[in-house]
């Protein structure tokens, strides 16, 4: 069974910091671009960052720059997001996306979805 399977959300205090994690079974990944979006209670999903296939190019978001990193180690199949001084703001559901558009912050372009780890900042 093909899955994406995001961990590491939680609870934490504004300021502070989390680290997610998006791990691929039942098949490799590491041809795709990688992508993590985020829902908030309310709102649209939205696009935070992407990392090419060899993890030599990313993009992100307004919101995410400065404060987010998107990595992957394609050996282990693992997708993550680094984020730092972490605002009420970033509350949202996050989930983690393949899409063979290189680049793309547009969720058409995703093809599989993961379930999503949801991400609490308190102020």
């Known amino acids: 069974q093909v899955q994406l399977v995001e961990s590491g959300g939680g609870l934490v205090q504004a300021g502070g910091s989390l680290r997610l994690s998006c791990a691929a079974s039942?098949?490799?990944?590491?041809?795709?671009?990688m992508g993590w979006f985020r829902q908030a209670p309310g709102k649209e999903r939205e696009f935070v960052a992407v990392?090419?296939?060899?993890?030599?190019?990313?993009y992100y978001a307004d919101s995410a720059k400065g404060r987010f990193t998107i990595s992957r180690d394609n050996a282990k199949n693992t997708v993550y997001l680094q984020m730092n001084s972490l605002k009420p703001e970033d509350t949202a559901a996050y989930y983690c996306?393949?899409?063979?558009?290189?680049?793309?912050?547009?969720?058409?372009?995703?093809?599989?979805w993961g379930q999503g780890t949801q991400v609490t900042v308190s102020s």
């Open positions: 039942g098949r490799t990944f590491s041809t795709d671009a």
């Open positions: 990392v090419g296939w060899s993890g030599g190019s990313t």
């Open positions: 996306a393949s899409s063979r558009a290189l680049g793309s912050t547009w969720q058409k372009d995703y093809y599989f």
